[in-house]
């Protein structure tokens, strides 16, 4: 009797060690399937970041949770996903690897293409930031591929940008540092423009690729020379600088200001600053809760704004009018990213949970929603 209860033990044990064998080296085969069992369409999605591809057909979306989904413009449905980062790894395991990031593992905050499609960067609050290719006409298992991990950074990465030649990369994050990578070069080498007096959240180019654009928790709102590191320019924010924006023609800088008064309040403008004469050229008002992200059109006439109150709110810039105000009537959502396509004609937005919108900017209509294969237009 003993005996066979010893038999049954075992074979649990064994059939318990086999599925947990499967299971591991499923992962292993085929990160897609892990996606698929593990992930569903939308309700897992914690976007903080989006961007359309240059030629407009695909968008990259990317999140907390260290997964990067891809999706075409014209289809709801999910095309492919990278898991940059093992969720089932605890994250107190994560924390004591890292400890200075509360748990959040290897969350992405950041994404960017370069100007061909080809490739794109991310950064990861593990520190680094790392460059993939992109490869639409290979196999699902070939469809990403890492290229290369740049390690410089003092803390996590919560900003990207890639220059409009393709040759560099710059980076700002949790250690009040920008830094700038030139990816063509093997091994990357590196520039640090030091310092903002606290994290660097948001980074970009100037159209013309000279200077670096840098927004920061200190409020302040920095132009480097990207060739000497020397600031420019400086604009003083009454708040925190969570997003920055250059406008195509090099005449503005546009970014949400998390501030409050005394006097009004909690007011959330969006502040727009002349860089001819280096002043706030004025405030837009219009969003009821602060903006995490803005964008400028590609013809720099509007400047796209994306609120905690569910609202994408579209500025002229030549007069500060609201061109747009964009909202999905079906969801409740809190929008963190935001992002233009090429064509101007369309924005997605990055919310905190949930599917993402699609809008047509000349009607204002919601076109459709990634992640939940809700449609209006064939």
């Given at each position: ?31 897609e399937a892990f996606a698929q069992l593990y992930y569903s369409p939308h309700e897992d999605m914690d976007t903080t970041t989006v961007a359309f591809s240059p030629d407009g057909k695909y968008l990259l979306s990317a999140g907390f949770h260290g997964d990067i989904r891809l999706w075409r413009r014209d289809s709801c449905e999910l095309q492919g996903i990278v898991l940059v980062h093992d969720p089932r790894i605890p994250p107190n395991e994560v924390q004591k690897e890292f400890p200075e990031y509360l748990g959040f593992g290897r969350g992405i905050l950041s994404l960017a293409w370069s100007p061909d499609g080809a490739k794109f960067v991310f950064g990861l609050r593990d520190r680094t930031v790392r460059l993939y290719s992109f490869n639409p006409e290979s196999s699902q298992d ?237």
């Open positions: 009797m003993k005996f066979r209860k010893r038999k049954m033990w075992l074979s649990m044990v064994a059939t318990h060690a086999l599925c947990l064998g499967i299971f591991f080296c499923g992962f292993a085969i085929s990160q070939r469809l990403f591929e890492e290229l290369h991990v740049y390690d410089g950074h003092l803390g996590g990465v919560r900003a990207v940008a890639y220059s409009p030649d393709g040759e560099w990369v710059a980076s700002g994050g949790h250690d009040e540092s920008v830094l700038l990578w030139n990816v063509e070069q093997e091994g990357g080498s590196v520039r640090k423009y030091c310092c903002h007096a606290g994290m660097v959240n948001a980074v970009t180019f100037s159209p013309d690729g000279r200077y670096v654009l840098s927004g920061s928790t200190d409020s302040k709102v920095r132009v480097w020379d990207m060739h000497t590191g020397e600031i420019i320019k400086e604009f003083q924010s009454e708040g925190e600088v969570y997003s920055v924006g250059y406008s195509s023609d090099g005449l503005y800088i546009g970014a949400p200001e998390d501030s409050y008064t005394e006097i009004y309040g909690r007011h959330n403008p969006i502040i727009l600053w002349n860089l001819t004469p280096g002043k706030e050229q004025r405030q837009l008002l219009g969003h009821v809760s602060p903006s995490w992200a803005v964008d400028f059109s590609p013809n720099g006439r509007h400047l796209a704004s994306a609120g905690q109150d569910g609202k994408v709110m579209i500025w002229e810039v030549s007069t500060g009018k609201v061109f747009q105000e964009l909202t999905d009537p079906k969801e409740q959502h809190s929008f963190r990213s935001i992002s233009y396509s090429p064509d101007g004609k369309y924005i997605v937005a990055g919310n905190q949970s949930g599917p993402l919108p699609l809008w047509d900017v000349e009607t204002g209509k919601l076109v459709r929603e990634f992640g939940k294969c809700h449609q209006n237009m064939k």
